[in-house]
């Protein structure tokens, strides 16, 4: 069973513990040490994720696979968007699985709560970015019906890497 919970400012901590986890799961062979520490201080510190936690336009969720942390998201609408800033628009930010528990599912469930909750807010559009290099997740975002609009540099320490930015239409 899938459930998923908002991550509260009594779980900072363990909101970080995963975040971290769950980036260097996915990134750590491909950027240097000095750079995922860098980006580590400036996104995952718990000073950067007290503030985002305690932004009212931006959400955190764990999600839970038989009662087990499988997973994080965050989504933000308004102007805590990183990028286009739309007030038709809802950004999911952050959509970490750990290895165990991908190909489960897990992902499509989260996707389909975040178009819930854009349709909910009235919005048209979830968009995300991703690294271009990062083909296994440009992949499942293309199943799950996103395409790509554009491109833009992101910064992993001093590294300037290229993210697709990619959206998916909520419907009428």
Not at 78 to 93: D, V
Not at 108 to 118: D, G, L, S, T
Not at 119 to 147: C, H, P, S
Request: net charge negative; charged share 25%.
């Amino acid at each position: 069973m899938i459930n998923i919970s908002s991550v509260t400012i009594h779980q900072v901590h363990r909101l970080q513990k995963t975040s971290k986890e769950t980036f260097s799961l996915a990134f750590a062979n491909d950027n240097t040490k000095e750079n995922l520490a860098d980006y580590f201080e400036k996104a995952f510190s718990i000073e950067a994720l007290t503030k985002q936690i305690n932004d009212a336009n931006s959400r955190f969720y764990f999600v839970y696979h038989d009662d087990e942390l499988a997973a994080y998201f965050k989504i933000n609408i308004g102007e805590s968007q990183t990028e286009i800033g739309a007030q038709e628009g809802m950004e999911l930010e952050r959509l970490y699985i750990y290895p165990a528990y991908q190909n489960k599912k897990i992902g499509a469930f989260i996707i389909n709560e975040v178009k819930i909750k854009a349709i909910l807010e009235d919005k048209k559009y979830i968009w995300l970015g991703v690294w271009e290099n990062n083909l296994r997740a440009i992949k499942f975002y293309k199943n799950q019906g996103f395409t790509k609009f554009e491109s833009h540099i992101y910064y992993l320490g001093t590294d300037a890497q290229t993210d697709w930015m990619m959206h998916l239409e909520c419907g009428e």
